[in-house]
Antibody, heavy 121, light 109 residues
């Protein structure tokens, strides 16, 4: 059974930093690209960042480019999101999501339960 | 950036009725479109990928259609557990960027 378990969320002041983790199990983690998707309270879904299976390719939404860094440790089956210079508008539930099986990997077939990040003074 | 526009914003129907949800892209996304269901307090669940393929374990009452810029999610006969928010999502070819529609809330009439 595929499982994705996020951790590391919490309350942080504006300008602060936080590192999220996503522990994966139930599939060969090193074979799949992964993404982070967030959802502000009461709002819709927003893709944040993606990383290739090897970790050699990283991609970001414009809203987080230069502030967030995605990485992975395939030996630990873990995905990370380093978040710096946090702003109030980064407040959201952060989900990790696994690349789907379609040819382009254009969907996310498994999602974690999310971790809440609150940016407030 | 490709924008996805979902309609209607809210759809009020009764169990047993047919639901038709629309997603329109600002430019062609071929068939690189997915649909998700999200219930309160839960993570999204993949329903349909590549426009018309049901994900693992998704009931046959869910179907997707379309290509290019116009897509439809159809629920043939609503069950009580189908009332939720539905999102469409696309991926651009290169660089890989993903966008979601704003969602359609399917509520009980």
């Amino acid at each position: 059974e595929v499982q994705l378990l996020e951790s590391g969320g919490g309350l942080v002041q504006p300008g602060g930093s936080l590192r999220l983790s996503c522990a994966a199990s139930g599939f060969t983690f090193s074979n799949y690209a992964m993404s982070w998707v967030r959802q502000a309270p009461g709002k819709g879904l927003e893709w944040v960042s993606a990383i290739s299976a090897s970790g050699g390719g990283t991609y970001y939404a414009d809203s987080v480019k230069g502030r967030f860094t995605i990485s992975r440790d395939n030996s630990k089956n873990t995905l990370y999101l380093q978040m710096n210079s946090l702003r109030a508008e980064d407040t959201a539930i952060y989900y990790c999501a696994k690349r789907g099986l379609d040819a382009l990997g254009s969907s996310f077939d498994y999602w974690g339960q999310g971790t809440l990040v609150t940016v407030s003074s | 950036e490709i924008v996805l526009t979902q309609s209607p914003a809210t759809l009020s129907l009764s169990p047993g009725e047919r639901a038709t949800l629309s997603c329109r892209a600002s430019q062609s996304v071929s068939t690189y479109l997915a649909w998700y269901q999200q219930k309160p307090g839960q993570a999204p669940r993949l329903l349909i990928y590549a426009a018309s393929n049901r994900a693992t374990g998704i009931p046959a009452r869910f179907s997707g259609s379309g290509s290019g810029t116009d897509f439809t999610l159809t629920i043939s006969s609503l069950e009580p557990e189908d009332f939720a928010v539905y999102y469409c999502q696309q991926r651009s070819n290169w660089p890989p960027e993903y966008t979601f529609g704003q969602g359609t809330k399917l509520e009980i009439k």
